[in-house]
């Protein structure tokens, strides 16, 4: 009998990351469009955990199955302080950014900042599981990439930025990367999986 969890997030790309391996390992990956009840959460968290957790707290008060909550932050080479993404990715000047927006703004900042059409960025990501009540944390960063302002003809929903960002190892576009290609790279998502395994 496959094993249940919430993915607290309606981000389809987020979903597609993680969902055909956990249904390899007998889980079923739930999300925001499967529940009844929706709530507006406030990721108020100084860092991409306390964000996490806030919505795998909020979320787990409305299932009886394990929670998982996932956010991420970035950061961008050489690019001043006042205009790092930080936990804002999607947020500029207090406006949230569809994915067009977004592809427009970091190309920008490509072009503002990168050297040789280049701008060189380190993502962290931060994920809280709740089961029971008792909470775990993990968290990983991924920095063998970088931005150019020139767009793959393939986005992802939810995940634009991969449109314009090159795996340095295999000199692909993230969106253009394969399965097994991800499988075999030094920074994969085995190690999350792994996590989710050992906590549900």
Not at 70 to 86: A, F, I, S, W
Not at 171 to 185: G, S
Request: charged fraction near 30%.
């Amino acid at each position: 009998m496959m094993k249940q969890i919430l993915f607290a997030t309606s981000n389809p790309s987020k979903v597609k990351r993680f969902a055909q391996s956990l249904k390899e390992k007998g889980i079923e990956l739930l999300t925001l469009k499967d529940l009844k009840s929706k709530i507006e959460v406030e990721e108020n968290g100084k860092n991409a955990i306390e964000n996490a957790l806030i919505k795998a707290r909020a979320y787990s008060k409305l299932v009886d199955i394990p929670v998982l909550a996932m956010d991420d932050n970035l950061y961008l080479e050489k690019v001043p302080d006042d205009k790092q993404p930080g936990m804002y990715v999607r947020r500029v000047n207090d406006k949230r950014l569809t994915d067009e927006e977004m592809i427009e703004h970091y190309t920008k900042l490509v072009r503002d900042y990168g050297v040789d059409g280049k701008l060189p960025c380190r993502w962290i990501y931060g994920i809280a599981l709740i089961k029971n009540g008792e909470e775990k944390t993990y968290i990983w960063s991924e920095d063998d990439l970088y931005m150019v302002d020139k767009i793959s003809t393939k986005i992802n929903p939810g995940y634009p930025l991969g449109a314009i960002s090159i795996n340095k190892n295999l000199n692909k576009y993230c969106t253009e990367i394969t399965d097994e290609e991800k499988a075999n790279l030094p920074e994969n998502d085995f190690g999350v999986i792994d996590f989710i395994c050992e906590n549900i």
